[in-house]
Antibody
């Protein structure tokens, strides 16, 4: 079965760039069957969808973050990544990657990675 | 953005109780509504998709209903493993949005 695992720094300084990787095992990300999403969860904003990438490289971002967010994929390593620029304390959250199942009649996130706590602090 | 409002924000239940959580969307989302369960320290886990479809492996005591703007998640005969936080999420349009959660304690 497909499993996802987030990796990256747990601490980032304000104004710097956050980079995270999601490693996928048990299935290829280079498939038209799924999208691949990033989400985050913070006490202040709850669960928030950040954006997704499709096997073709097509991306779609949450407008609230679009100017600072880039999602890309590395099919050779079966990974996709998140880059968030100019971070502030408001970006402190647990970051999740998830498989984004989209059919013609519904969509859902399953499975999710275990999550990675990222703290923005000097 | 579509706003998702859950109620109550928390509820107290005993093993064997029947509990119902409500989720309301700020505009119609057809049946594009999912429910997730999250236990402390873990990622959310999909319970129900398309408002009423039970995800594989999820016990049948979980039931989802609704369409349009109003939805419910019912747990028939709460079990010790069910004490957690439950979230609804709309997938009708982007950005996908979540409710604020309901803690069952």
């Amino acid at each position: 079965q497909v499993q996802l695992q987030e990796s990256g720094p747990g601490l980032v300084k304000p104004s710097q760039t956050l980079s995270l990787i999601c490693s996928v095992s048990g299935g290829s990300i280079n498939t038209r069957d799924y999208y691949w999403s990033w989400l985050r969860q913070s006490p202040g904003k709850g669960l928030e969808w950040l954006g997704y990438i499709y096997y073709s490289g097509t991306t779609h971002y949450n407008p609230s973050l679009e100017s600072r967010l880039t999602i890309s994929m590395d099919t050779s390593n079966n990974q996709f990544s998140l880059i968030l620029t100019s971070v502030t304390a408001a970006d402190t959250a647990v970051y999740y990657c998830a498989r984004d199942v989209s059919t013609s009649w519904t969509k859902w996130f399953d499975p999710w990675g275990q999550g990675l706590l990222v703290t923005v602090s000097s | 953005d579509i706003q998702m409002t859950q109620s109550p924000s928390s509820l107290s239940a005993s093993v064997g109780d029947r509990v119902t959580i409500t989720c309301r969307a700020s505009q119609t989302i057809s049946s594009y509504l999912n429910w997730y369960q999250q236990k402390s320290g873990n990622a959310p886990k999909l319970l129900i998709y398309a408002a009423s479809k039970l995800q594989s492996g999820v016990p049948s005591r979980f039931t989802g209903r609704g369409a349009g703007t109003g939805f419910t998640l019912t747990i028939n005969s709460v079990q010790p493993d069910d004490f957690a936080v439950y979230y609804c999420q709309q997938s009708y349009t982007t950005p996908r949005t979540f409710g604020g959660g309901t803690r069952v304690e």
